[in-house]
């Protein structure tokens, strides 16, 4: 697919600083203004590729697939500066996550498109869901974030700190942090399935399977972007650090918001996903929990493909029997 650019020219941060933003984006199926649109927001290494040759979601999102190209528009955003474009963005501190969502917006904005029928997205790609619609709470029918929260917790501040310490100091920065950050995507069962503790000659199957994961990013992504997307992950906070309240915001979100979490994540927790889910049910109807049950942990929405078909096939395939 083309990789098509919008720029965004005097943007003004959250913190005040001015920005010119090229902001990349890729259409599939129908044609915008042709068919309801759905905007897919990709994970901290992921880009705006969700389907074809590279699509890192061609089992979710292609003709006859749970988002079907056939019925609808699929719309997806480069985060500015993941470096998928070529652009980069050196002052990216001056950035977080809920300036991603406004550029986003403005960007829907450039492209004449007033409402969606859903936003979805797994880890930094759902908190960028949360921004999205705590800052334009009318603009899509349907919210569903997955593997993700409305907030950074303690656990994920501590681990974005220790990538950013990594990135920082490590002589390999981007092969040693994508090492440590695979032990937060997969889960210890997960490795025990496996690999079971085999060898292939004087190494463990792990550690040769983590230094291949190092080693595969380390190809592709550039250690700026890398910094910019860990930066951004630590500042996900939908009531401004507590500035304004989670269920008044939750309160204005007239959408049906579908909560999908992964029971054996680390990095975004189920008990974290159900106590968002519980605070937002007593103030809203409409607002669903779904469980990924899998020994994966949080790279299950990339993995599970059937579970997540099934949990969500009432919201796209058969979108009239709202809500479910």
Request: glycine fraction near 6%; charged fraction near 20%; include cysteine.
């Amino acid at each position: 697919m083309e990789l098509k650019k919008l720029n965004i020219e005097n943007y003004v941060s959250e913190n005040g600083t001015s920005f010119n933003i090229e902001l990349s984006y890729e259409v599939f199926g129908k044609p915008i203004g042709s068919a309801p649109i759905v905007l897919v927001n990709h994970a901290l290494t992921g880009n705006s590729s969700v389907c074809g040759k590279h699509g890192w979601w061609n089992h979710i999102v292609g003709k006859n697939k749970l988002i079907d190209l056939n019925k609808y528009t699929v719309l997806a955003f480069n985060f500015p500066g993941n470096g998928y474009d070529g652009f980069l963005i050196r002052n990216y501190e001056n950035l977080i996550l809920r300036d991603i969502a406004k550029l986003i917006l403005k960007g829907l904005e450039k492209l004449k498109i007033e409402n969606l029928y859903a936003i979805i997205g797994g880890s930094i790609g759902g908190g960028l869901v949360w921004e999205i619609a705590a800052i334009s709470p009318n603009v899509s029918e349907n919210f569903i974030p997955i593997a993700c929260d409305w907030k950074s917790s303690d656990w994920l501040l501590a681990n974005t700190r220790l990538q950013k310490q990594i990135l920082n100091n490590s002589s390999n920065p981007v092969h040693d942090a994508r090492m440590h950050a695979m032990l937060c995507y997969r889960s210890p069962l997960s490795f025990q399935k496996k690999f079971a503790r085999s060898k292939d000659s004087e190494i463990f199957n792990v550690e040769s399977w983590l230094l291949h994961h190092g080693k595969k990013l380390q190809q592709r992504f550039s250690l700026q972007s890398y910094k910019m997307m860990n930066h951004l992950l630590s500042t996900i906070d939908i009531t401004r650090s507590g500035e304004l309240k989670f269920e008044d915001i939750v309160s204005k979100i007239k959408g049906n918001i579908f909560i999908v979490s992964v029971d054996s994540d680390l990095f975004f927790t189920d008990y974290q996903n159900r106590e968002t889910f519980y605070k937002a049910c007593r103030i809203k109807d409409n607002i669903f929990f779904k469980t990924i049950k899998s020994v994966h942990g949080h790279d299950a929405f990339l993995i599970e493909f059937d579970q997540l078909n099934e949990l969500l096939s009432n919201v796209f395939l058969h979108k009239h029997n709202l809500p479910v």
